[in-house]
């Protein structure tokens, strides 16, 4: 029954900046580490952004440190993850994920397309 929702997807060119949104339901995201990755058509998954539950030091992949920045607001059980400085290269589906440390489950959204093309 959890259910993580991405939203935010969209085209935009070179340069442009765009803000991802991730909403959970059926638990609480409150101890829980949340992240977003991201495929590549052709490529496999990879991580892209890491944040814990406090939102101490949060984590970035070297292709896209400092032009994301990943959020959390326990309150709504939803994390972000603004873009900017897109490149074509950020092309890709991003995915939501939620990592239980209780339980060591992970869980997955179905993704939300980013297409970033001049």
């Known amino acids: 029954q959890v259910r993580l929702q991405e939203s935010g997807g969209g085209f935009l060119q070179p340069g442009g900046s765009l803000r991802l949104s991730c909403t959970v339901s059926?638990?609480?995201?409150?101890?829980?580490?949340m992240g977003w990755f991201r495929q590549a058509p052709g490529k496999e998954r990879e991580d892209v952004a890491m944040?814990?539950?406090?939102?101490?030091?949060?984590y970035y992949t070297r292709s896209v440190r400092g032009r994301v920045r990943i959020s959390r607001d326990n309150g709504q059980n939803s994390v972000y993850l603004q873009m900017g400085s897109l490149k074509t290269e950020d092309t890709a589906v991003y995915y939501c994920?939620?990592?239980?440390?209780?339980?060591?489950?992970?869980?997955w959204g179905q993704g939300t397309k980013v297409t970033v093309s001049s």
């Open positions: 994920h939620l990592f239980s440390q209780e339980t060591l489950r992970n869980y």
């Open positions: 059926g638990r609480d995201i409150s101890s829980a580490v």
């Open positions: 944040i814990t539950f406090d939102s101490a030091r949060p």
